[in-house]
């Protein structure tokens, strides 16, 4: 069973930083896929960037070049830098892993206000 856990949210001021972390209770190095999704008020879930087990990424329009997705194996973690934050960006932030396997994790997430 795997448990993933986020942290890192909070409140920002458009154009400022957050550094998201999913932390794994297993190791991260076999799971094909680990996601951050985002889901605003009112709104669906939204893809925000993806990362495979060859630390490849992809990335939604909306963040490409502000956002970087990045995943420690050692510690079992997967990180979303977030730059030049938006608005538009508020919004509860979620990891999800996915594998093959069977695994089909998600976190509770974490919350992302930008506004001045």
């Known amino acids: 069973q795997v448990q993933l856990v986020e942290s890192g949210g909070g409140l920002m001021q458009p154009g400022g930083s957050l550094r998201l972390s999913c932390a794994s209770s297993?190791?991260?190095?076999?799971?094909?896929?680990i996601h951050w999704y985002r889901q605003a008020s009112g709104k669906q879930r939204e893809l925000v960037a993806t990362i495979n087990r060859a630390a490849m990424t992809t990335y939604g329009d909306s963040v490409k070049g502000r956002f970087t997705i990045s995943r420690d194996n050692g510690k079992n973690a997967v990180y979303l830098q977030m730059n030049n934050l938006k608005p538009e960006d508020t919004a509860v932030y979620y990891c999800?892993?996915?594998?093959?396997?069977?695994?089909?994790?998600w976190g509770q997430g974490t919350q992302v206000t930008v506004n001045s």
């Open positions: 297993v190791s991260i190095a076999s799971i094909n896929f």
């Open positions: 999800h892993a996915f594998d093959t396997s069977g695994i089909n994790a």
